[in-house]
């Protein structure tokens, strides 16, 4: 097993949104050298005020930060960042920098099949892809306490783990690439599975004249109680849905799901009919408001009747 790197050792960031600004302040304040770049320029300011130095394009991280964190939405806009003359694989080469990216770590929430793909894509370049999606959401990612699933080869894992350890209170490795995405997949399901229980839960004791406030209450004390329904309860209870995880997030992650389930061949029923929610969500126009507002969707017409397998997209960073 190779040795962990030095604290000071410098570490690329790209992506620096609610969750990935905080991850990447994280980073600097355990000591690390933090070369970050986004495409907006006042969260690049943020993160500069946070610790970290600046990057002019992604071309720069890459050529100085032999490990490069990625925190974007989804494969496309990792895709993206690594192409073209400003992109992550143009500072790559070895030639031009003894520090050039040869770790690319997927913090976003991504296909198992996809990011597998991406790693065959880049091994010829010299470049090992991770992937290592977050659980927590912007509260675990300010307090640093995020749960984070690793997937790649054991030594690799190793390597990143200080940086991984840095940004959340729980690092496991789940197996080779792909298998922390496929984890994320799993946790997806469980969220929006319970989002969707809790709601129909709150639908049906409104019709029988339940106060939603009271009911939820009730439901915390006992076996129905979970982490969704403590984050969740005052947005089902008081219906705002006021984004803390935007519902069409939520809706992508149910794809992932789907598509991981026709590659390992299982069925999913469950799976099929909350993504079939979800994709409801997202066309009725709701896809930007808190993930919670499947309520709203099961109150205004108890849910949708859509045949066949549930349309999914990529949303845009």
Avoid at 98 to 116: E, Y
Avoid at 240 to 255: E, M, N, Q, V
Wanted: aromatic share 2%; with cysteine.
């Amino acid at each position: 097993m190779n040795s962990l790197p030095a604290r000071s050792e410098t570490v690329g960031f790209v992506g620096l949104g609610a969750m990935g600004l905080p991850m990447a302040g994280h980073l600097a304040k355990a000591g690390f050298d933090v070369l970050a770049w986004n495409r907006g320029r006042a969260p690049l300011d943020a993160a500069v005020a946070a610790g970290c130095r600046a990057a002019g394009r992604p071309a720069e991280v890459a050529a100085g930060a032999r490990t490069v964190v990625t925190m974007l939405p989804d494969l496309p806009q990792v895709r993206a960042v690594l192409a073209g003359p400003d992109g992550l694989l143009a500072g790559t080469d070895p030639a031009a920098s003894d520090q050039a990216m040869n770790t690319l770590v997927v913090m976003g929430t991504v296909s198992p099949v996809a990011v597998r793909s991406l790693a065959e894509e880049l091994r010829p370049r010299g470049v090992t892809v991770l992937d290592a999606p977050v659980s927590g959401g912007v509260t675990g990612a300010r307090d640093a306490t995020l749960s984070i699933m690793a997937g790649g080869a054991r030594d690799a894992v190793e390597r990143v783990r200080p940086y991984l350890t840095a940004m959340g209170s729980t690092v496991r490795r789940m197996g080779d690439t792909g298998a922390g995405s496929l984890a994320k997949a799993c946790n997806q399901l469980v969220v929006a599975g319970t989002l969707v229980a809790l709601s129909e839960a709150v639908v049906l004791g409104e019709s029988g004249g339940l106060d939603p406030a009271t009911l939820l209450q009730v439901l915390a004390g006992g076996l129905a109680s979970s982490e969704v329904l403590t984050q969740k309860r005052h947005h089902l209870a008081d219906s705002d849905f006021t984004p803390s995880g935007p519902a069409r997030y939520l809706h992508k992650d149910l794809g992932f799901v789907l598509d991981s389930a026709t590659d390992t061949h299982v069925e999913l029923p469950l799976s099929t009919t909350v993504a079939r929610l979800y994709a409801a969500v997202d066309d009725r126009g709701f896809g930007d408001l808190d993930n919670s507002v499947v309520l709203r969707l099961l109150r205004e017409g108890n849910g949708p009747e859509l045949p066949g397998r549930p349309r999914h997209t990529t949303p845009k960073d």
